[in-house]
C-alpha cells in the first residue's frame, strides 16, 4: 500500500503499479527513440552542406522539435485517452480553423501549397498534419459507440462518418495538398473496415473514390503540377528535367548506395544536394545512399515494428474507443510510410508526404509524436499484452 506522502509526490505517483510509467510498452518507445536518433542524423547530412553560415542550423531546429515531440508524447501518454470521447468535437473543430484560417491571409505558400501559417522566429504550422489527429479521434467516437441493437455502425453513423471526413479533406485539397488528402482517406477507409462496417460500404467507397478521383481530372480540379507528377509516374522518361526530375535523382540516390551504403556523411548525390527538398519528403534517399540497403531496412524494420505493437494495442484495447484510435493511428502512419518510402523508390507518385518522424519538420514531427502518445495511452490503460 502507497503513503499519503508517495500518492501527494510526483515522484511517488510516477513509479505506483497503476501509473502510466510503469506500464510503458518498451516495444513502442525504444523503436521511436532509435528511429529518432536516426533521423537527427540523416536530417544533418542532408543540410549540412546546404548553409555554409551554420551548418547545424537545421540540426539543431530539429533536435528542438523532437524534444517538443517527447514532451507531447508524455503529455498524450499520461492522459486518460477514454476522457477524449467529450474532447473529441472540440479537438475536430480546432483542426478545422486552421485549415480553414491558411486559406485566409494568415496562410503562407511554401513549396507549391497554401499549407501553411507563419508564426514568426523562423517557425510555420501546417495545420493539415494536426487534422489527421482530429479525424482519428472524431471517427473513434462516431464509429466505436453502436446503436442498440446493432454490432457494428449503422448507416447514419456511416454517413456522418464520411462528411465529418469529407469537410476537411476538401479544405486540404483547397490549398491544395493531395497527399494529405489521401492519408485521410486512407484513415476513413481503415476505421470504417475495422469498427466491423458491411463489406458493401468498402466495396462502394473504393468505387466512389476512384470514380472520384477520375472527375478530379477530367474536370481540371488538380493543379498543373499534381498531374504532371502522376504523368512522371506513369513515364519517367516523358520530362526528365521538370516533373519527373525529383523521382529519378531519388531513385538514382537510392541505387547508388548499394547493400552497406557510401557512408554517413559521404553520399555524393546527398552533399551535391542533387535530390530537392531531401531532408523533408526525401529524406529516405539519405539512407538508401549514405547506409545502402540493410541501413533503409532497418529504418523499415522499426517503423513496422511501430505498427505491429499499435496493431497490438488494437487489439488488446480496454474499449472499442481504444481500438479505434490506435487502428486509425496505424492506418494514418502505415499508409504514409508506404507512400513516401515508395515515391523515393518510384513505386508510388510523388505527394509530398513526410516519412513518419524521420523526415525534418516541426508539425509533421508534433502530431507523430502526439499519435505514438495516443498509442501509449491506449496500451497503459487496455488489457495485459
Known amino acids: 500500500m502507497t503513503t499519503l506522502q508517495e ?3 510526483w515522484p511517488g505517483r510516477a513509479v505506483r503499479r497503476d501509473s502510466v510509467l510503469r506500464r510503458l510498452d518498451w516495444g513502442l518507445v525504444v523503436p521511436v527513440v532509435v528511429l529518432a536518433v536516426i533521423s537527427a542524423l540523416l536530417v544533418y547530412s542532408a543540410t549540412r552542406a546546404g548553409h555554409r553560415a ?3 542550423a537545421f540540426l539543431k531546429k530539429h533536435l528542438l522539435n523532437l524534444g517538443i515531440g517527447a514532451v507531447l508524447y508524455v503529455v498524450v501518454a499520461s492522459f486518460d485517452y477514454r476522457l477524449l470521447r467529450a474532447y473529441a ?3 475536430y473543430g480546432l483542426s ?4 480553414i ?3 485566409t491571409p494568415l496562410g503562407e505558400t511554401i513549396n507549391g501549397s497554401h499549407s501553411w501559417i507563419v508564426i514568426g522566429g523562423g517557425f510555420q504550422v501546417q495545420p493539415s498534419e494536426f487534422a489527421k489527429v482530429g ?6 467516437m462516431i464509429l466505436g459507440e453502436p446503436r442498440d441493437g446493432e454490432v457494428g455502425p449503422g448507416r447514419k453513423d456511416i454517413l456522418i462518418a464520411l462528411l465529418l471526413a469529407g469537410i476537411p479533406a476538401a479544405l486540404i485539397m483547397l490549398q491544395p495538398d493531395l497527399g494529405t488528402t489521401m492519408v485521410l482517406c486512407a484513415i476513413l477507409m481503415g476505421m470504417l473496415a475495422i469498427s466491423g462496417v458491411a463489406k458493401r460500404w468498402t466495396l462502394g467507397l473504393v468505387l466512389a473514390g476512384a470514380g472520384t478521383a477520375v472527375a478530379a481530372v477530367a474536370l481540371g480540379l488538380l493543379e498543373d503540377y499534381q498531374i504532371a507528377r502522376f504523368t512522371a509516374f506513369v513515364d519517367p522518361t516523358a520530362d526528365p528535367r521538370g516533373a519527373g526530375y525529383n523521382a529519378n535523382q531519388a ?3 537510392v541505387g547508388s548506395g548499394g547493400l552497406l551504403g557510401k557512408g554517413l556523411f559521404q553520399g555524393e548525390q546527398t552533399t551535391g544536394q542533387f535530390v530537392p527538398e531531401q531532408q523533408t519528403d526525401f529524406i529516405f534517399t539519405v539512407a538508401g545512399e549514405e547506409l545502402g540497403f540493410l541501413g533503409s531496412l532497418l529504418i523499415i524494420v522499426l517503423i513496422g515494428v511501430i505498427l505491429y505493437r499499435g496493431l497490438r494495442i488494437a487489439v488488446h484495447a480496454g474499449d472499442r474507443f481504444g481500438t479505434l484510435v490506435a487502428a486509425g493511428v496505424v492506418c494514418w502512419l502505415g499508409f504514409q510510410t508506404f507512400e513516401n518510402i515508395g515515391m523515393c523508390i518510384g513505386i508510388m507518385p510523388i505527394t509530398g508526404l ?6 525534418y519538420g516541426g508539425s509533421a514531427t508534433f502530431a507523430t509524436m502526439i499519435a505514438f502518445g495516443l498509442l501509449q495511452g491506449v496500451h497503459a490503460r487496455g488489457r495485459s499484452l
Open 7 to 9: 500518492r501527494r509526490s
Open 96 to 99: 478545422l480553423v486552421g485549415l
Open 89 to 91: 468535437p472540440i479537438l
Open 101 to 103: 484560417a491558411v486559406l
Open 251 to 253: 531513385k538514382i540516390a
Open 135 to 140: 479525424l482519428v479521434v472524431l471517427l473513434a
Open 54 to 56: 551554420d551548418p547545424e
Open 354 to 359: 513526410p516519412l513518419p518522424l524521420v523526415s
